[in-house]
């Protein structure tokens, strides 16, 4: 089955210790964003990817850094994570113009800063 | 800028039983889509129903229904018969159509599904 894949599910990194979460999809949609979702909240747009170009939002912290390589694969580096970047990590796929079909989700990255 | 607002931060129903979440959402565009996700504890944010604004019927699947009230902005989900894997949280979104056009989601309700 076409889905988005998340890698790992659960991740715990020492406060300071760059860490990478990583996300593929077999969906070939060309736009792929990454959210942060703290405990019962809704997600938060850290940046997103369409095709190539990568879109930041304005309150993302510099610590976060993403990189797109190919169509498939997207990654999240936390460059110096600090207790309060501890959360969920979601990535979703669309396609282009997004569309009725909305927004295909991962199961999630539950990132753990100790 | 686009807002979505669900004003009942937790409900619950009893199993077998109807309930219908609010959603309210605030935008001057005219070609939107809406929709509801699930997301179960611990789970994947999964689509359970949306809705292209310019069509003036209600989308329906299965179980889940809404009510769309253009222009009250309105977007209601009513889950029938009530089943305990419908506990979870669930957020209503808004997406302008377009290329790059990202979600707005509303803060979500916590929905407890009753034995």
């Known amino acids: 089955d076409a889905m988005v894949i998340q890698n790992p599910r659960y991740q715990v990194t020492q406060f300071g210790k760059p860490v990478t979460l990583s996300c593929s999809q077999t969906?070939?949609?060309?736009?792929m964003y990454w959210y942060q979702q703290k405990s019962s909240q809704a997600p938060k747009l850290l940046f997103h990817?369409?095709?190539?170009?990568?879109?930041n939002e304005a309150d993302t912290p510099d610590n976060f850094q993403s990189r797109r390589p190919n169509t498939s694969f997207c990654f999240l580096d936390i460059r110096s994570p600090g207790l309060g970047d501890a959360a969920m990590y979601l990535c979703?796929?669309?396609?282009?113009?997004?569309?009725?079909?909305?927004?295909?989700f991962g199961s999630g990255t539950r990132l753990t800063v100790v | 800028a686009q807002t979505v607002t669900q004003s009942q931060p937790e409900m619950s129903v009893q199993e077998a039983e109807t309930v219908t979440l609010s959603c309210t959402y605030d935008?001057?565009?005219?070609?939107?889509?809406l929709f509801w996700y699930k997301q179960p504890p611990s789970r994947q944010m999964i689509l359970v129903i949306r809705?292209?604004?310019?069509?003036?019927q209600n989308a329906t699947e299965n179980r889940f229904s809404v009510n769309f009230q253009k222009a009250a902005k309105s977007f209601s989900l009513k889950i029938s018969d009530s089943q305990l894997g419908d506990t979870a949280m669930y957020f209503c979104?808004?997406?302008?159509?377009?290329?790059?056009?990202?979600?707005?989601f509303g803060p979500g309700t916590r929905l407890s599904v009753l034995p």
């Open positions: 979104a808004f997406m302008k159509r377009g290329r790059g056009q990202n979600f707005v």
């Open positions: 809705q292209e604004a310019y069509k003036q």
């Open positions: 935008t001057s565009e005219n070609n939107y889509y």
């Open positions: 969906l070939n949609h060309n736009v």
């Open positions: 990817y369409y095709d190539k170009d990568f879109n």
């Open positions: 979703a796929t669309s396609r282009e113009g997004g569309g009725v079909s909305g927004y295909t």
